[in-house]
Each structure stands twice: as C-alpha cells, then as structure tokens.
C-alpha cells in the first residue's frame, strides 16, 4: 500500500511515477480530495473537543460547580451531539482511502524502462549459449510422455487440465530439484521455515494478493482460507504486526511449497507441458531489510537464484521487466528466462522482485534501528529459488540425447541418486 504521508507531501512525484504504469495516475486527486475531506472532519471534531474541554474546565473552577454545570449542561449535550455527528464522518472517508490506496500498484523505481509489456523488457546479461543437440530438439511433454515419467491424460482423469502426474524418474528428479534448491539456499543463509499452505484472508491482503487477484485464487469459503500461489505469502507476513529489534535485519527465508492458482495464462497459450498448470511446486526466497538497503539486496536476491542455473549448466538471460510488465507489489523486477530447446525459445523461470514498503505498510512490518528509536517500516523482496517444475522442463528439454534418454546435471547427481535416465524411463 502505497504512503499516504508520501501522497500528501509530493502528489507531483507519486503522479509521474505512478503514470508509467498502465493503471495510471488518476487515484491521486481522488485521494487528496478524500484527504482534505477526511483531515477537515478530524479537525472539526478536535475543535468541538477542545471547546467542550474548555466548558468543562470552567465548571472546575466555578464557584458553584453544581450551579455552573447545571447552567452549561445544555450547551455540553449539544457540543456531544454535534462531535458524534463529526466523528461519524471519519470512518467513512478512511474507509474509502484505504480502498483506494489498496487497488493502487506500488510505485515504480526510477530504474525501470518504459514499456508495454514483456516484449519491451531489457536484457541485461545472458549466461550459456544454447546448446547445439545435433538433432531436433523434442519438448518435454513429448520426452516425458516417452519415458513414462509425466502422465497428463491420468492427470486430467484424475483432476481436469493444466495438471500433471509425475512418476518413477519424474517424480525422483522434481523432489531432487527441491532439495539441491533448499541445501543451496540454506548455504547461502537463507532460513528454511514450513509454512501452513492455507492462510487467512488478512493474511492475502497484507501481500497485496487480494483483493486485486481474488479471482485467481482457490478458496475454501466455509472456513475463509486461501490456498497459497506462492509461499511467498506466508514468508512475507510472518513478522505481521511486529517491530523487529535492532540488528535484527536482514531476515531471509526459503521454504518449498505446493502452489496454487486458478488463472493459467492467457487462453490458448500453454495448454501442454508443464509451464502454467493449476497446482506446482516452487522454492521461495523472501528477504526482509532496511529501506537504505533493498535495492542492493535485489541485486543479491537475483544472483542467488542465478547460481542456482550456472550449477545445473542452464543456458538462461536476466531480463529488466519493464514498466508495463512489474508485477502489482514491486518497484523493480528482474525476470529470470531458461533457454528451452524444444520450444525454440527462452522462457521465465523465476522473478526477483523489490517490493519497497509496498507490502510491509500493509503487514505493519516495522524495526527499530536503536532499541529506543521510532520504528520504521521494513522493506521486502521475494523470488523463485526456483520454480521446480519449470527447472524440471529445463533439465529433460537441454540434456535429452539423440536416443531420447536424458542426462542428470552434475550438481543434481547427489540429490537425485542416478546420473541418467535411459529410454525406458529407468533412472541409472
């Protein structure tokens, strides 16, 4: 949620930044207008207090307290009718900003390219060069189907589209993808946490996922919870309503998760395989830091997960996402894209994102930099350390040989306990 102290004291600036982004810039006079309404309000009721007090404090020094409160009693009744009838106002009007200011994307770092969309996102560096198999490539529904390792007609069966069931070297090579990314991140000094994976309705609002994303989210209404779309939710509000101590910043935390979502893309696109399906798995890596120090820490969050590609020998791009592209709750992207041979193309496997105060205004995430000084508002950041099933496509389209067998990654060999799978979809 965006500052309203911010709106109040550079409207110009919120309106530039906030005009970059396809929502636009309109809410801010909507905003100052309910502002002035609301501050006026306020001080409507201080000034019928004050002059409530004063009567009050002229019976205390009358003479005859009894004679002087009997003779100001009517005009007391009165001034609590009329502050009533002011307060009343206030709710209201408060209401009507943190709606508005609930709807508003966060503001764009200066940073950022201009752009429509992900067509206009800038290159920044690519690492590995697409492999040359000497053959065509196969996508990864059609090796996975071969193999005998991904079944999506027994998933549909089972659960409809946009699902997938894994079996025997399939599902082995995912819950190794997972482990190799934890141990990763736990190296990097991430702490790991297990998070409920159906969270409260205040808790979708503190990220910023409702109500903007209601409609793309699986809701168990009876006992309104929400089935997570990424951890990242639960990790970012689990210092909710805190003030952190000093020197208790940074926190960084990693937890894989199942997630869940019922938007899969636009219609038509990605109906096969495994890039956007219902249900998948994703490690998350989410940091909580000083707002002095979060664009930094984005620069560190994203070569995390780069690492993760360089040690499985992933050809991969860092792309700034640009204006039109950011997310809802970031100030700055950097989407991470894996080559994918059997489609000829790069694809997104992971976006690191700064989210500024954006979210923890809305978490009432604070610290304090002295143990006796004003507590401030932390900022955060979140990205995929990686998403496993797009890293498992990653894997079977880039190291599938000509006899329709496939390599493990080195790195991946300890967690997984076999070093190929031949083309009967047994792992050796």
């Not at 429509?116 to 090796?143: M, Q």
């Not at 025997?168 to 990763?184: C, K, M």
């Not at 664009?295 to 791009?317: C, G, K, S």
Request: aromatic share 8%; hydrophobic share 45%; proline share 6%.
């Amino acid at each position: 949620m965006l500052d309203l102290a911010l709106l109040r004291r550079d409207p110009d600036g919120v309106r530039r930044a906030a005009a970059r982004r396809p929502f636009g810039a309109a809410f801010v006079d909507e905003v100052l207008d309910i502002d002035a309404q609301l501050r006026a309000a306020k001080t409507a009721v201080e000034s019928l207090r004050a002059e409530k007090n004063a009567l009050t404090a002229g019976i205390s020094k009358a003479a005859n307290r009894a004679a002087a409160a009997a003779e100001l009693r009517p005009q007391l009744a009165e001034l609590d009718t009329r502050i009533g009838i002011a307060a009343e106002a206030v709710a209201p009007l408060e209401a009507r900003i943190e709606k508005l200011l609930s709807d508003v994307p966060n503001l764009l770092d200066d940073s950022v390219p201009d752009g429509s969309d992900d067509a206009d996102n800038v290159l920044v560096r690519d690492s590995g060069r697409p492999p040359e198999l000497g053959f065509e490539a196969k996508p990864h529904w059609e090796l996975g189907e071969a193999l005998g390792i991904i079944d999506f007609e027994r998933a549909a069966k089972l659960s409809g589209a946009r699902f997938s069931v894994l079996r025997g070297a399939g599902a082995r090579l995912s819950r190794a993808l997972a482990a190799f990314f934890l141990a990763r991140a736990g190296e990097r000094g991430y702490v790991e946490i297990v998070p409920p994976y159906l969270v409260a309705r205040a808790t979708m609002w503190k990220t910023g996922q409702l109500s903007k994303f209601a409609d793309a989210m699986f809701l168990d209404a009876d006992a309104d919870l929400f089935l997570i779309p990424t951890s990242e939710v639960p990790l970012t509000a689990l210092h909710g309503d805190e003030i952190l101590a000093a020197g208790a910043l940074p926190l960084h935390y990693t937890a894989y998760s199942p997630c869940f979502r019922k938007e899969a893309g636009a219609a038509g696109k990605d109906t096969r395989g495994l890039i956007r399906q219902h249900q998948f798995e994703k490690v998350e890596l989410v940091w909580l830091t000083e707002p002095e120090k979060s664009f930094e820490t984005l620069e560190v969050l994203t070569a995390d997960a780069e690492a993760l590609l360089q040690e499985l020998e992933l050809p991969y791009r860092v792309m700034l996402v640009c204006a039109g592209d950011v997310g809802f709750n970031s100030a700055k992207s950097y989407d991470l894209e894996v080559w994918l041979p059997g489609q000829n193309t790069y694809r997104e496997i992971s976006s690191c994102s700064n989210c500024t105060d954006f979210q923890a205004r809305r978490a009432q995430i604070r610290f304090r930099r002295e143990p006796k000084a004003k507590p401030e508002i932390v900022h955060t950041l979140n990205g995929s350390g990686l998403a496993v099933g797009r890293t498992l496509v990653a894997v079977l389209e880039n190291y599938q040989q000509p006899d329709g067998s496939i390599l493990v990654p080195s790195a991946l060999v300890p967690f997984a306990g076999f070093e190929s799978i031949d083309p009967a979809g047994v792992a050796h």
